[in-house]
């Protein structure tokens, strides 16, 4: 079977060389040779034995017959939207690692690709090399999904777990990570939860059947963490971990993402370094955890491959799996009715303001650290952030932030 590779970077490079270097194993696997005929780029490479695949104009992969399958590494959503569903109507297979396309377009390109009777898979959409998406919609069929809760961004966990443990500088964690081929072109995406929103918002949509808008979900980065918050984090025992979380509750539906507190009782805490981990809990199965690398050229690539071959073993299969995402919009529920204990840091000495602040958030505990005498921080009991914001109301310039307490 030949197939065109659209972007030689990071992933697009990545695919190209499992392709070529475990041929063997694939070839078994995939019941056949693969080839690569096109690399579609931007660029030339001079002096890299690539250069005789690459072409500029995607028409030439588009009207080529022989080709069967497309694979979109490029990221964004333009041009690759327009790519994957040119190829789709085509009559095409298409494999994308692209979260962005697949959060924004995901349900509407699966029903193109149904229609077609082609496969539309995307893998390594979510957790880099990690086995999500197909277990999501082939193994956990049974039960309904109550929560998700995921370390969904590579470089966010290195950077995290590197300023917790070595007390690394914000900077400096985040060139590494960008040098090691983790953080996106602008790792706004990453350090903001950007790209972890996409990914719960296609898992999400998977598990509810339906479109959950990803521009619906509150999202919070890490740009706002400091060393204080890690000081905090390790009085209480605890872990700083940029969570998105999906909560499939009778009285609604919640979505977000932000940094939260992990118990060392959570599989989730011990997820160090580019490594991510997605715990789905169903109503009978209870809870799963899949755990891998969640980014950098290998992973991702591994499951960009993985899809090539299942594509490839299926493309002759006249019943084609029909993914139950549909466009209709998931109703989202307000993230601020959420209920959580809070870790919330507050200025002020606490011996001055301890009753008042005991009367009115009747906290679980009170936390005062050496060296930063003038704020202190609270542990709450269970309330929702519209509750807690209307608490903190009657005292204007005491908050400084808050962090979730994650629940085992
Ligand atoms: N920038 C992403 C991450 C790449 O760090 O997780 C994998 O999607």
Not at 36 to 50: C, E, N, T, W
Not at 95 to 104: G, H, R
Not at 132 to 137: A, F, G, N
Not at 346 to 367: H, M, S, T
Request: net charge negative; aromatic share 8%.
């Amino acid at each position: 079977m030949k197939l065109a590779v659209l972007g030689y970077g990071t992933v697009g490079s990545g695919v190209v060389q499992i392709l070529e270097e475990n041929r063997d194993i694939i070839s078994v696997n995939a019941g056949e040779d693969l080839e690569i005929k096109y690399v579609l780029d931007l660029r030339d490479f001079p002096g890299d034995p690539i250069q005789k695949k690459i072409v500029h104009d995607y028409n030439v992969i588009l009207n080529d017959s022989e080709v069967e399958m497309v694979v979109e590494v490029m990221g964004g959503v333009h041009p690759a939207y327009e790519f994957v569903k040119g190829a789709i109507e085509n009559g095409k297979n298409a494999v994308t690692s692209n979260k962005e396309l697949v959060a924004a377009c995901g349900a509407e390109l699966l029903e193109l690709a149904h229609l077609k009777n082609v496969d539309f898979f995307f893998e390594a959409s979510v957790g880099g090399g990690i086995p999500v998406i197909r277990p999501m919609i082939r193994c956990l069929t049974a039960d309904r999904i109550l929560k998700i809760s995921g370390i969904l961004n590579g470089t966010t966990n290195y950077m995290l777990t590197c300023m917790e443990e070595d007390g690394a500088s914000y900077d400096d964690v985040l060139r590494q990570a960008q040098e090691m081929g983790f953080a996106e072109r602008d790792p706004s995406a990453d350090v903001e939860g950007w790209d972890a929103c996409r990914k719960i918002a296609i898992l999400s949509s998977l598990a509810g059947g339906q479109q959950v808008d990803y521009r619906e979900i509150r999202t919070i980065g890490i740009t706002g963490i400091t060393q204080a918050d890690f000081r905090y984090a390790a009085a209480l025992g605890l872990r700083i971990r940029l969570l998105a979380r999906a909560s499939f509750a009778p009285d609604g539906i919640y979505v977000q993402v932000g940094p939260a507190l992990v118990s060392s009782d959570d599989p989730l805490y011990a997820v160090k370094g580019v490594y991510n981990a997605v715990k789905i809990t169903g109503d009978r199965l209870g809870d799963v955890m899949l755990y891998g690398q969640g980014a950098g050229k290998d992973a991702t690539a591994s499951a960009v491959v993985s899809d090539i071959i299942e594509a490839a073993r299926t493309r002759r299969n006249p019943y084609k799996l029909k993914v139950r995402w549909d466009e209709k919009k998931l109703a989202l529920s307000p993230i601020g009715e959420y209920p959580s204990r809070f870790l919330v840091r507050l200025r002020g000495r606490l011996d001055e303001v301890k009753d008042e602040i005991q009367k009115k958030l009747q906290p679980e505990r009170f936390l005062v650290l050496d060296g930063l005498e003038d704020e202190f921080a609270v542990v709450t009991s269970a309330m929702s952030d519209d509750t807690l914001a209307r608490i903190l109301e009657g005292e204007p310039g005491r908050f400084i932030s808050r962090m979730y307490l994650e629940e085992v």
